[in-house]
């Protein structure tokens, strides 16, 4: 299909919204965005942009009118809503990817089903299925919910008995709403994500992996490429692959990986555009929105994705100054994304700044520490 003048719907305007439509933009597409925020970063540049819900049938069905391919940045679309718009509009990655991931326990069965090993988990709706699971799987493990958790939000380490009353606590919170679940703890050497792609031509490809640095549960930076031994990267790449077509899933695929010597665990998965892969905006010849808009209308997908390593760095509410001391430093090859959110909060990812050639040795205390 060729793309030109053709309008790509995106359910969510922000962040990653405003960079699917950079990249759509590109290709001379159109764009229309979706969003309940009325500061939503991507309605300053798409064509056209609808303030509502995304619990409102109607709007969502105005935004699939109006597209001739849509597409999703936000991932906690309403089951009978985005079905609903499935059946009847042009949406290439189809429903199934957000059923599975925006919960933690079908995105892991999901997995297992696939031979992709995860950490031990179970299913907690009460007192007593906390208790034998802690039994199973000994001390720490994680307790988290199965949905709406993001940034580290909705979890609690349970080191040792000490924290039961807490962990009693949170299901009591918790499990009147949903499902829990109950994770053994990984004590992985290292996280890593990959980003798949399939075209709607079942061509496939991936960026390269990406080894992640989280701070307080927030993804704060991640280095391009994770060099990793040829057996892990296979493994990976394997395990990206299958995962896509053995589910029949088309467009992106984020897969965020614990790695413990030579095994891999499934952590989580994005069927949308991640933070983890910013970095190829300016690091590969391809970014992540080109591959994904390339994967939508059908298009063979490049085999040849080359790299520039570097270092991308989240910039959070709270470390806003870090973008001047870059500024002054007058770094070569370092390029500032700031995102135009109004609403400046602590922990809220403001923008992230991409080094290319970053020596990580040389600048960990500039860098890391800030
Ligand atoms: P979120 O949706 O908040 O990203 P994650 O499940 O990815 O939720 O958890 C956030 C971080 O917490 C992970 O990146 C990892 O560092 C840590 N974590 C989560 N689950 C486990 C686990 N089972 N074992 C070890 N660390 C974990
Ligand atoms: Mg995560």
């Known amino acids: 299909m060729s793309s030109i003048n053709k309008t790509l719907g995106i359910i969510g305007a922000g962040q990653l919204g405003m960079m699917i439509v950079e990249a759509a933009k590109k290709r001379g597409m159109n764009t229309i965005v979706l969003d309940p925020n009325p500061n939503s970063p991507a309605f300053r540049i798409a064509d056209k942009y609808i303030n509502k819900s995304f619990s409102d049938i109607n709007a969502v069905t105005e935004l699939c009118k109006n ?7 936000f991932e906690n679309v309403d089951d009978v809503i985005i079905n609903a718009v ?33 950490a031990s988990f179970q299913s907690v709706r009460k007192k007593e299925d906390l208790i034998n699971g802690i039994k199973k799987f000994g001390y720490p493990c994680i307790l988290k919910t199965t949905e709406d958790g993001y940034d580290g939000k909705g979890q609690l380490f349970i080191h040792n008995e000490e924290d039961l009353p807490k962990a ?43 080894r992640n640095i989280h701070k307080n549960g927030i ?21 990206s692959r299958s ?15 614990f790695v413990q010597g030579n095994d891999i665990f499934f952590n989580e998965m994005a069927p949308r555009p991640h933070n983890s892969g910013h970095y190829s905006i300016e690091a590969c010849n391809y970014s992540q929105y080109d591959l994904l808009i390339m994967s939508l209308l059908g298009e063979k997908l490049p085999q040849d994705i080359t790299l520039k390593p570097c270092v991308m760095k989240n910039i959070l509410g709270y470390n806003l100054d870090f973008v001047d001391k870059i500024k ?17 909060m602590p922990n809220r990812k403001m923008g992230h700044i ?12 500039t860098i890391e520490n800030i």
């Not at 991409?354 to 205390?365: A, H, P, Q, R, S």
């Open 219 to 239: 993804l704060n930076l991640t280095i391009a490429p994770a060099i990793l031994s040829k057996q892990l990267e296979n493994k990976i790449i394997e395990a």
């Open 354 to 365: 991409t080094f290319i050639g970053y020596d990580l040795e040389k600048y960990k205390n």
């Open 168 to 210: 009693y606590e949170f299901i009591q919170i918790n499990c009147m709403l949903m499902e829990c679940i109950l994770e053994k703890v990984v004590s992985f050497d290292f996280e890593v994500s990959s980003i798949s792609f399939r075209s709607l031509d079942s061509s496939f490809t991936m960026l390269p992996i990406v």
């Open 86 to 118: 499935c059946e009847k509009y042009n949406i290439p990655q189809g429903a199934m990817p957000l059923y599975y991931s925006k919960n933690r326990l079908r995105e892991k069965k999901l997995a297992n089903s696939c031979k992709i090993p995860t």
């Open 328 to 344: 002054k430093m007058n770094l070569k090859d370092t390029y500032i994304h700031m995102y135009g959110k109004k609403e400046v």
């Open 243 to 257: 995962f896509m077509e053995m589910n029949n899933f088309y467009g992106i695929m984020t897969i965020e990986f």
């Open 67 to 73: 597209s001739d391919i849509v597409t999703y940045e």
